[in-house]
Structure formats: C-alpha cells, structure tokens
C-alpha cells in the first residue's frame, strides 16, 4: 500500500451546504461513478463522493472528496507526464478518451475542482512554506502519532506569496519557483474564509515516534526562507538541508525494489 500525505482545503460549513453537499452526513455512494470509474481502468479506492469534516477556533468546514474527478485528472496528468515513456500503455487512447468525457460531465457539477492535492511517500518541502509553526499539531490516528497543519486560507496565500517574492529576488532556480507558483495559484482558487489542511497521513508512519515528534518542517522551511531574505545563504541552506534530509529516507521508498 502506499503511503500518502495530503493538502486539503475545507469549505465554510454554509458554502458546503448551500451546493447541496451534505454536512457532517456523507451522500450515498453513486453506483453510476463507480461503473464509470472502472470503465476506465488504473482507478482504486472508494468513490463515495462524501465530505470531510474539521473544525478550527469553533467553525465547522467541510472538504468535498470528488474522488471520481481527482482520479480522472490523475489519469490524464499521468499519461502527460509521461508520454513516450510508458504513459500511453498504461493509459491508452480508449482509457483516455472515457476519463476525458468523465471529467467534460463533472466539470457541470457544484464544486467541480480538486480539493485535495496528494503526495505519494513523503510531504513535498513547498507545502511547508503555507503554515506557520505555531499551527503543528501532533495528533493521533488509529493508535499512532501523526502531524496536521491547518490555516485559513488567506494566511496560507499570504505566506507562499512572501516565499515566491524571496525566491525570485534571491534568483533562485525556475523550477522550484515554479513548483511554488503552482501550489500558490491552487491555493488561491479557493475562497479566503476556507481552511486549508496538511495532513501526513500515512507518510507518518513511515517514522519512528520519536523523529515524528522531533519533525519541524516548517519551522525550518520558514528559518530558510527568511535566512534568505537576509542574504544569509550559509543558514539558509543548512535549515533547508535538514528538512531535505529528514524526507530523503521516506522519499527513497517509492525507488526501492
């Protein structure tokens, strides 16, 4: 099984029910999805199209799982991103075609985006420089620790415009700024009064409890950035050499044999 940590954004408790989107009680599954799904191969998982439930300083959000879109999208970003290297076998012409079509109908849908970015084995270090310290928490998930961050989303825009502008004047390589600007635009195609969440997920128990515990990416992220925006390059790397480090062990699984 892979493991997976995720990026979620949470809608106001009215927005989710002003689309028709039950809250906290989950819609029933659609049998019409799930024969859809499988019409087009490569898809695993639930397709209940529920919502997620958090809460935050007393407000109640919602995220809309839209499973069946994120596995359409994901199968034809896949076949992009590796076109002429094995991403047409996997996902052939008459697969591509049925997701194409899936996603033209859901696309007429209330809320038809992706709330959820996923990352396989590891969190990628950009997602870090959306939060603060000071919003990590430790919490616990079928008996194990695990790590959460969660923001409102403005803040979160506010904070990944902060670390493009040091980025960019410090001349930092195109494409991790451009790594940054796609997380960045994402982020800021969801409303300001929304909750944005990085959960680990998975990915954290690919740790021990300890080194969990000890886990202050984004402390570190934000040390490097602002050691940036001071031209101290020496601090800079060394705090982002440590947040590379801790996730190059979790990283190698997705190589290993």
């Known amino acids: ?13 009215e927005t989710v029910l002003s689309e028709g989107l039950l809250l906290p009680e989950v819609n029933s599954e659609s049998t ?136 960019r004047d410090v001349g930092i390589d195109g494409g991790v700024v451009a790594e940054v600007e796609e997380l960045a635009e994402w982020i800021a195609g969801h409303p300001e009064d929304s909750l944005v969440e990085l959960d680990y997920g998975s990915v954290a128990q690919l740790f021990d409890e300890a080194d969990l515990l000890l886990d202050e990416s984004s402390a570190e992220v934000w040390e490097s950035i602002t050691a940036l925006a001071s031209n101290d390059w020496e601090t800079a790397t060394t705090h982002y050499v440590a947040v590379a480090m801790r996730w190059a062990g979790p990283m190698a699984v997705a190589f290993s044999s």
């Open 1 to 13: 099984m892979t493991a997976t940590a995720h990026l979620r954004v949470y809608l106001p408790e």
């Open 32 to 167: 019409e999805s799930l024969r859809a799904a499988s019409g087009v191969g490569l898809v695993r998982g639930s397709m209940r199209d529920d919502v997620l439930i958090a809460e935050l300083n007393g407000e109640r959000y919602g995220c809309p799982r839209r499973p069946l879109l994120r596995a359409m999208e994901g199968l034809l970003a896949f076949r992009t991103a590796y076109a002429g290297i094995g991403g047409e076998l996997l996902v052939p012409d008459r697969f591509a075609q049925k997701a194409a079509a899936h996603l033209e109908a859901i696309y007429e849908q209330p809320l038809a985006r992706s709330f959820t970015l996923t990352s396989a084995w590891h969190v990628p270090i950009r997602w870090f420089s959306a939060f603060d310290s000071t919003e990590r928490e430790v919490i616990e998930v079928d008996g194990r620790k695990s790590i959460r961050y969660r923001t409102l989303q403005h803040e979160a825009a506010d904070r990944l415009e902060e670390a493009l502008g040091v980025l």
